[in-house]
C-alpha cells in the first residue's frame, strides 16, 4: 500500500517562503507524474503544481513564477519551494499521483498570514 506523507508546511507572513515535501513508500515515484494539490476551508482540492515522471514542470496560474516542483527518485521525494506567499495560498497542501490518485496522506497546513 502506497503511502504519501507531507511535510514542511507551517506560518509565513506574506511574502515569505517554504519548501514542502513528500516522501513516499511502497512504490518507487519516479514511475509516475506526481502533483501538489491544496484545499481551503470550504473549497474543492485543486492541482497547483506538476511533474511528469521525466521532470517536466507544469503549474496553475495562480501559483506560476512564484512555486517550483521538483523531484529527487533516489529519495523517493517530491517537494514543491514556495516564494513569495499569499494570503490566499493558505491551505492544506497534499501531494498524489496524476490521474487516479492513491490514498490520500494527512497533508501539511499552510497558514499565510502577518
Known amino acids: 500500500q502506497v503511502q504519501l506523507v507531507e511535510s514542511g508546511g507551517g506560518l509565513v507572513q506574506p511574502g515569505g517562503s517554504l519548501r514542502l515535501s513528500c516522501a513516499a513508500s511502497?512504490?518507487?515515484?519516479?514511475?509516475?507524474?506526481m502533483g501538489w494539490y491544496r484545499q481551503a476551508p470550504g473549497n474543492q482540492r485543486d492541482l497547483v503544481a506538476r511533474?511528469?515522471?521525466?521532470?517536466?514542470?507544469n503549474y496553475a496560474d495562480s501559483v506560476k513564477d512564484r512555486f517550483t516542483i521538483s523531484r529527487d527518485n533516489a529519495k523517493n521525494t517530491v517537494y514543491l519551494q514556495m516564494n513569495s506567499l499569499k494570503p490566499e495560498d493558505t491551505a492544506v497542501y497534499y501531494c498524489?499521483?496524476?490521474?487516479?490518485?492513491?490514498?490520500w496522506g494527512r497533508g501539511t497546513q499552510v497558514t499565510v498570514s502577518s
Open positions: 498524489n499521483k496524476i490521474g487516479s490518485t492513491w490514498l
Open positions: 511502497g512504490t518507487a515515484l519516479r514511475m509516475y507524474g
Open positions: 511533474i511528469s515522471s521525466l521532470g517536466t514542470p
